[in-house]
């Protein structure tokens, strides 16, 4: 009986310990984990989880002519994007990959002078985006202290409803090479400064890995 106690007791403290104030119990729980979630991607990358567009293949049509709208409802044209590197991701709050907010923040304070960092909230996969835009730029700042540019939740999967950034993103008529929609909430893809999309990471990859770094830096 005494033992029974104190696992018990340890495993309550243990929960204590894990719970965010202004997070939920699934959210905390995430978080927390989140590094053993990232080991397979670290250990055991697959083969579409980095793709590369080493011809430099151009695009078919301009990246620069998009436009999205933004968490205020503000349209933010593309054009204003030439002459720096862009990285676009799609985000989601309850998702086991959730925790590479923290490490997406820590890259755009590191590059943010020649790095505009987009992300993308959407509901597409297990429905891990429930919130609306207001309740998502409120999880972001207080969890993640996020300071770069959220959009407004939209649809990335290939279908009628996709957003038309994921539309150029993931169809190699419109990007010239690529093909690959988001697998998975935090995919994510580099445009450099001449608007020619370069990269493509699954969630599987870090921002921080030395893959992402390479497309940022080349």
Not at 48 to 58: E, R
Not at 72 to 100: E, P, R, W
Not at 204 to 209: D, G, K, T
């Amino acid at each position: 009986m005494k033992k029974l106690f104190l696992i018990t007791a340890v495993i309550i403290i243990g929960l204590l310990l894990i719970k965010r104030k202004d997070m939920t119990w699934r959210q905390s729980i995430l978080k927390t984990i989140y590094p053993l979630i990232m080991l397979k991607g670290k250990l055991f990358p697959g083969s579409k989880d980095v793709q590369v567009n080493k011809a430099q293949t151009q695009p078919v049509n301009s990246f620069y002519t998009l436009k999205a709208v933004n968490n205020h409802g503000d349209t933010i044209d593309f054009s204003q994007f030439k002459g720096k590197k862009v990285m676009i991701i799609n985000t989601a709050s309850d998702c086991g990959f959730t925790g590479q907010y923290d490490e997406l923040e820590k890259l755009h304070q590191q590059y943010k002078d020649k790095l505009v960092m987009l992300a993308f909230p959407a509901n597409d996969f297990k429905e891990q985006e429930k919130n609306d835009d207001a309740a998502i730029a409120e999880f972001c700042k207080i969890n993640y202290g996020i300071t770069f540019m959220i959009m407004q939740k939209t649809h990335v999967i290939m279908g009628a409803e996709q957003n038309p950034v994921f539309q150029w993103l993931s169809h190699k008529e419109q990007n010239g090479w690529c093909g690959q929609a988001p697998v998975w909430n935090f995919s994510k893809y580099i445009i450099n400064e001449e608007g020619v999309l370069t990269h493509f990471f699954s969630q599987m990859i870090s921002p921080l890995s030395k893959d992402v770094e390479g497309g940022l830096t080349n």
